[in-house]
């Protein structure tokens, strides 16, 4: 089965930089776009950022200029790299994508989420 594997959550000091990989799983006709949320305790799931098959990039406010996200087509990952961290940005952090699957269907995946504590 198709799944999402997400990697690289952990403890990290303010100032200090950490890199999450998700990788589609299994046989897939192709990845449309992949998405990084997040989820801190108390608060609503929000969107980081996100990107396009062909590239194209987008990220919340709070994240520009810190974050930066990309993609391997070939290996079918997104990676989402994080420098200057800062408390606030301690969440569990989840990767998302929509999958195109072999008979034209396409459908939506969630990683587990793996858990990003910046401290002070």
């Known amino acids: 089965q198709v799944q999402l594997v997400e990697s690289g959550g952990d403890l990290v000091q303010a100032g200090g930089s950490l890199r999450l990989s998700c990788v589609v799983s299994?046989?897939?006709?192709?990845?449309?776009?992949m998405r990084w949320y997040r989820q801190a305790p108390g608060k609503e799931r929000e969107l980081v950022s996100g990107i396009t098959s062909s590239g194209s990039t987008n990220y919340a406010d709070s994240v520009k200029g810190r974050f930066t996200i990309s993609r391997d087509n070939a290996k079918n990952t997104v990676h989402l790299q994080m420098n200057q961290m800062k408390p606030e940005d301690t969440a569990v952090y989840y990767c998302?994508?929509?999958?195109?699957?072999?008979?034209?269907?396409?459908?939506?995946?969630w990683g587990q989420g793996t858990q990003v504590t910046v401290s002070s």
């Open positions: 299994g046989r897939v006709a192709g990845i449309n776009d």
């Open positions: 998302n994508a929509r999958i195109k699957g072999y008979r034209w269907n396409e459908y939506e995946l």
